[in-house]
């Protein structure tokens, strides 16, 4: 891309006005400006937005997956934009170059599909569980990974014409993995950038009632729509395995263990396993999809 266009979709479900009000701000005052800003109340009323903003009212939630494809088919209505980023409505963009400078790594890498920000408290700390590789003592260590975070992050509109949208029936968790794993199958690269830094408060994923259970599975879909048969028991007994090691309540796990019945015996179709090409490609950039 010569010179790739920015558009910005941002989720909401109406409870944090300030914040959006604050994330909006900030984009406003990057120094490359975004050419559309989406705004979507999934399943909730809008608060009053800045004139620029185009605002979205879905009249149910849709989860983060329908949510985030309803922004994206507003946004290819606009037909003027290149790169899309999804930003959590309580995340900030505290340096004014974001987009500057990642539009400069676009413009570098027309195989460049995915950039994945920082996630980073007010105190500038990063919890482990945002960066998006095994290694994860040092946030500020990028380069070519196999995931992202979902918090802050760019997508290449070509390469989502080419491998398809959010994975609608996922609702919530994994869907970064799933849309990365599609990506590195048709040959997109997936980029951790720490200089893209998006504030945001420091949360446990558990806040969500139905993380443990969507998070099971999800896990199970993935592994069925993506891997290779004879890993996919493999994975999912590494991630059993895990799973009993770390979470440290009856109730979670009882949670899990529905969630992972329920991913067994329900389809989430289309089932395209990845080429041993991108298992391989995967693995020498320090994570096997089987963990």
């Not at 910005?8 to 800003?37: H, K, W, Y």
């Not at 959010?166 to 980029?191: C, I, M, N, Q, S």
Request: hydrophobic content about 45%; proline content about 9%.
């Amino acid at each position: 891309m010569r010179h790739p266009r920015v558009g910005v979709a941002i989720l909401t479900m109406g409870t944090r006005s300030a914040e959006l009000a604050d994330l909006l701000e900030s984009v406003a005052g990057q120094d490359t400006p975004a050419a559309r800003v989406v705004v979507v109340g999934n399943g909730a009323p809008l608060p009053p937005l800045p004139e620029w903003v185009t605002g979205v009212e879905l009249p149910e939630n849709l989860g983060v997956t329908g949510g985030r494809n309803a922004a994206l088919a507003r946004l290819r209505e606009f037909g003027d934009v290149d790169v899309v980023v999804n930003l959590d409505d309580d995340g900030l963009l505290i340096s004014p170059d974001v987009f500057t400078r990642l539009t400069q790594l676009y413009a570098a890498d027309e195989r460049l599909g995915i950039v994945g920000f920082r996630i980073a408290d007010e105190r500038g700390r990063t919890q482990r569980r945002h960066v998006p590789r095994l290694r994860a003592s040092d946030p500020t260590r990028g380069g070519p990974v196999t995931t992202f975070l979902g918090g802050g992050h760019a997508l290449s509109l070509r390469m989502l014409d080419r491998i398809g949208d959010w994975p609608e029936p996922f609702f919530y968790a994994h869907e970064e993995t799933d849309l990365a794993w599609r990506a590195l199958d048709a040959g997109w690269k997936v980029l951790y950038a720490p200089e893209l830094v998006l504030q945001h408060p420091w949360t446990s994923p558990t806040r969500h009632a139905v993380f443990h259970r969507m998070v099971a599975r999800n896990r199970v879909w993935l592994a069925k729509r993506h891997l290779p048969a004879p890993l996919v028991p493999a994975c999912l007994g590494v991630w059993i395995a895990l799973t009993v090691a770390r979470t440290g309540s009856a109730a979670g796990l009882r949670a899990w263990f529905d969630g992972f019945a329920e991913g067994l015996r329900t389809p989430c179709p289309p089932r395209r396993p990845m080429r041993w090409a991108t298992v391989w490609r995967m693995t020498r950039l320090g994570r096997p999809p089987v963990v």
